[in-house]
């Protein structure tokens, strides 16, 4: 009789951890976002206007995610190679990059000069969370 209560409630435990596997995890999890997350969060981010340039006027292409290092992404977006203030250096992170169209919002000092528009965004994502790190535009 116990040998069956045994195999019983084995069979429980056991079913309990498949289901529980089977459940559909949260967006943020302990082990962060996944790369269609990441995706999907960046091109939020290119979508909005920024007070240093328009949201994206055509339909971002080419868009790739790549997990690393925040130094590494860092050197990748600038030649600065400090992190920003709360983050260490090997942070994990998303590099996210895209082309399409943005327009510059400064402005130009003079009406003779023109503007060039960029093409190509790229956004730094903590790779825990999702929050911006970091994001840059370029021609």
Known sequence: MRKIE???YLFLLLTILFLSGCAKASHITDHGISEQEAIDIALKL???SRPEMSGS???PSNVQAEQMRLAEAIKRISKNSDAPAGY???NLVWLVTMDGLWLDEFGSPTDSATQEP???FITILDAKSGLE???AAHP
């Open 6 to 8: 045994t195999w019983g």
């Open 46 to 48: 290119a979508a909005m």
């Open 57 to 59: 006027l055509v339909a």
């Open 88 to 90: 260490t250096p090997d």
């Open 118 to 120: 960029y093409h190509h």
């Open 133 to 135: 790190i970091e994001s």
